[in-house]
């Protein structure tokens, strides 16, 4: 059972925004400003998209952006494109990183 | 550009030990800014962060609680690689398998990633 609470799926259309949400507890995101996101395309592995709620590494587009809210945190996509169609997973860091269940993102 | 090689077996039978390498480029094992991790992705479990290794004036671990009594993670300096190795598998621990990188301790994201290995637990 992961620590961090994500929708199972969320989908837009091309061009649209569309909000991810990761909910953890008070002792891992509410406390900590140490929550990273990562896309999947099948088949190969996780890619750093969002660091330390809201940074993103060098070479990340700047449609995605990250927020944090309370024990909330979220991955905003704008500007949708057929190639943002992947798993999204958070992360929390407490002592160790701890990953979300996912968030299967369809491009309608 | 860090670039991590995994290598090591995709089968293992239940109760042996699943053994791991993973060969690190354009970065040193030794680098006391980096932690070296190992994380597991299944359909069941989800992605599942195991344990790191990391250089900080000598060697330290951390382990997931989860797998404590099973886990060995191990620096090979000379080879600037490292090493996993997981005791007493059974089928539940069928997974793809990832050797990753992460800025400090893992805390400001983890940035390399391996091409990742699924490991086949038979019963």
């Known amino acids: 059972q992961s620590a961090l609470t994500q929708p199972a799926s969320v989908s837009g259309s091309p061009g649209q925004s569309i909000t991810i949400s990761c909910t953890g507890t008070?002792?891992?995101?509410?406390?900590?400003?140490?929550v990273s996101w990562y896309q999947q395309h099948p088949g190969k592995a996780p890619k750093l998209i969002i660091y330390e709620v809201t940074k993103r590494p060098s070479g990340v587009s700047n449609r995605f952006s990250g927020s944090k809210s309370g024990n909330t945190a979220s991955l905003t996509i704008s500007g949708l494109q057929a190639e943002d169609e992947a798993d999204y997973y958070c992360c929390s860091y407490a002592g160790s990183n701890a990953f979300g269940g996912g968030t299967k993102l369809t491009v309608l | 550009q860090v670039q991590l090689q995994q290598s090591g077996p995709g089968l293992v039978k239940s109760s042996q030990t699943l053994s791991l390498t993973c060969a690190i480029s354009g970065d040193s094992v030794s680098n006391n800014n980096a932690a070296w991790n190992w994380i597991r992705q299944s359909p069941s479990r989800g992605l599942e962060w195991l344990g790191r290794t990391y250089y900080r004036s000598t060697w330290y671990n951390d382990y997931a609680e989860s797998v404590k009594s099973r886990i060995t993670i191990n620096p090979d300096t000379c080879k600037n690689q490292f090493s996993l190795q997981l005791n007493s598998v059974t089928p539940e621990d069928t997974a793809v398998y990832y050797c990753?990188?992460?800025?400090?301790?893992?805390?400001?994201?983890?940035?390399?990633w391996g091409q990742g290995t699924l490991v086949i637990v038979s019963s």
């Open positions: 990753a990188r992460g800025e400090r301790w893992g805390e400001l994201g983890i940035d390399s």
């Open positions: 008070s002792t891992d995101v509410w406390n900590y400003n140490l």
